[in-house]
Nanobody
Framework: QVQVVESGGGLVQPGGSLRLSCVASISIFRRYPMAWYRQAPGKERELIAGITSDGSTNYVNSVTGRFTISRDNAKNTVYLQMNSLKHEDTAVYYC???????????WGRGTQVTVSS
């Protein structure tokens, strides 16, 4: 049973923008803090942005000021608006519960973001 589906990735030039979406089953999403993660080749999966159930957000330094996480509780959807993309943002992006405060659900397939000229 698929519980998380990420979409919106693609190939973009440096400086460009993408908007990622994540639709989660209600059992995963409802009232839970959610987060976006990414995993670059050869690196561990890292949490880059989190959002609480009431919309408070937090980011790692490397994406602060460029990425914006948001959620639509009525649609069980989390978004990640990514602006001013850099080569080092290239990774597979995943969403899940915020592992700092909640148990993780099963991972989805993620969505590939490639930043290249």
């Amino acid at each position: 049973q698929v519980q998380v589906v990420e979409s919106g990735g693609g190939l973009v030039q440096p400086g460009g923008s993408l908007r990622l979406s994540c639709v989660a089953s209600i059992s995963i999403f409802r009232r839970y803090p959610m987060a976006w993660y990414r995993q670059a080749p050869g690196k561990e999966r890292e949490l880059i942005a989190g959002i609480t159930s009431d919309g408070s957000t937090n980011y790692v330094n490397s994406v602060t000021g460029r990425f914006t996480i948001s959620r639509d509780n009525a649609k069980n959807t989390v978004y990640l608006q990514m602006n001013s993309l850099k080569h080092e943002d290239t990774a597979v992006y995943y969403c899940n519960r915020d592992r700092r405060v909640s148990l993780l659900a099963s991972w989805g397939r993620g969505t590939q973001v490639t930043v290249s000229s």
